[in-house]
């Protein structure tokens, strides 16, 4: 066999439908379907199911900041705030501007929830300070919105946009 070869492993049947190096992909409305699931999980503090929900999107759209978010929340749920913080502060596979800032948003918020008030703050104003949904809802949280810093009903109406 030479070198680069794609032949099967032994006992290994392939699928001609789908030729040997095809990437997997993931379309919008399935990436919207798998985090609803993982935001059910998330919020009702299941961190090992969220966990592989939304750690099989983040490898997926690494870019992306609601793998994170869902991450985050799970941990928030589950009154693991501190985790989620440092989660948030890792996630330095976004480099987006604009999922940077949602991701600051709720830096912001897991601060506050870990007690750290001023810190939360100084987060909150950056991120209000930057476009998109993230300054939205850093704002709203921070009181400067008309709608009274309300946290939207479900986390993925500030991701998708809803």
Do not use: C
């Not at 869902?70 to 948030?88: H, Y």
């Amino acid at each position: 066999m030479q070198a680069g070869s794609t032949a099967p492993a032994a006992g290994i049947k392939e699928d001609p439908a789908v030729p040997s190096g095809t990437a997997f992909v993931l379309d919008a409305q399935e990436a919207r379907l798998l985090t609803e699931v993982g935001m059910l999980a998330a919020e009702a503090g299941d961190v090992a199911r969220a966990d592989r929900i939304f750690d099989a999107l983040r490898a997926l759209r690494p870019g992306r900041a609601y793998s994170y978010i869902g991450l985050a929340l799970a941990r928030l749920s589950a009154g693991r705030a501190a985790e989620a913080v440092r989660l948030l502060e890792s996630a330095a596979a976004v480099d987006d501007p604009a999922e940077r800032g949602v991701l600051e948003a709720w830096r912001g918020l897991a601060l506050q929830i870990d007690g750290h008030a001023a810190e939360s703050r100084r987060v909150l104003n950056a991120a209000a300070g930057m476009s998109g949904e993230g300054a939205t809802l850093a704002r709203r949280l921070l009181g400067l919105e008309d709608d009274a810093a309300r946290m939207p009903s479900r986390p993925e109406s500030v991701m998708f946009g809803k």
